[in-house]
């Protein structure tokens, strides 16, 4: 809070003294400047919500929401967001609730800003052409390649997840060539099976692509093309938001170039209707 309260100092000298009060109670409650809405403010100090945008341009900003913004970010770099989890216990619930956004919200953009489209595209094109579709996931990444797996099924015909339940890799692999596509999800260090599984892949020829985080790969055998998505979290508790977004913008893609993809996204939510009203 130290810059905060540095600015504060900057402008006492243009402070009126109801605007000084203001200061004081900005400085002494940061949780609630940096998450409270202006009436809600106005409400709790008893002041018109206008005397706070008022304020906020008196420190230099264009409005509230640039304070508060100041304010949000000051606060939150008290605790270390990169890997908070619910068994900090010693941090108010409000508080943490509000790290994990901002969090999110921080692994959404730096995931978007780096964002390889032409790979995006290029894979889009290839699960919406191939002959066959493999979606392959394992232990954390498997719900994501389930889901994945089942929107791609509503689409088109073709589609087969991998390791199915109780099944095997090489079940769902073995007779793919290269005019049929793999979609592979793997996070962190890949595995003894992930790596078996992409270095099969490139040895039968049958072209993939390699759904991870941005964390430096380690071994990875293949010429699999890569999207990456920022996890942004230490602990077990990893976060998938930005995963599971552009795992959705890469199904919407592929929805817009499969050639009767919406008839049969329709089709098959008719087909969902009728069954749940036997």
């Not at 809600?40 to 945008?53: D, F, M, N, P, Y």
Request: glycine letters at 6%.
């Amino acid at each position: 809070m130290s810059n905060l309260q540095r600015l504060v100092e900057q402008k006492a000298a243009e402070l009126s003294p109801s605007e000084e009060r203001l200061a004081r109670h900005l400085l002494e409650h940061p949780e609630l400047w940096g998450f409270e809405s202006t009436s809600e403010l106005a409400k709790r100090l008893g002041i018109h919500r206008s005397t706070i945008v008022r304020f906020a341009k008196r420190l230099g900003f264009g409005g509230f929401p640039a304070l508060q913004r100041k304010v949000r970010s000051a606060y939150l770099k008290i605790y270390d967001t990169s890997s908070l989890t619910l068994t900090h216990s010693d941090i108010p619930r409000d508080t943490l609730i509000h790290a994990v956004y901002e969090r999110e919200l921080r692994n959404l953009q730096q995931t978007y800003n780096s964002l390889d489209l032409k790979t995006l595209e290029a894979t889009a094109r290839s699960l919406a052409a191939a002959n066959r579709v493999v979606v392959f996931g394992r232990r954390f990444s498997y719900p994501i390649a389930l889901s994945i797996g089942m929107a791609l099924w509503s689409m088109r015909d073709g589609v087969r997840l991998a390791p199915e339940p109780g099944g095997t890799a090489v079940q769902a692999l073995f007779d793919l060539g290269p005019d049929d596509y793999a979609l592979v999800i793997s996070l962190r260090r890949h595995s003894p099976e992930v790596q078996r599984v992409l270095k099969y892949l490139t040895q039968v020829g049958v072209p993939h692509t390699l759904l991870t985080d941005t964390s430096p790969s380690n071994n990875l055998p293949s010429q699999a093309r890569l999207i990456r998505a920022h996890v942004g979290s230490a602990s077990i508790l990893e976060s998938y938001t930005a995963l599971s977004s552009i795992s959705h913008v890469l199904l919407v893609l592929v929805g817009h170039l499969l050639p009767g993809g919406t008839e049969r996204l329709a089709k098959v939510e008719q087909a969902w209707r009728v069954f749940n009203e036997l």
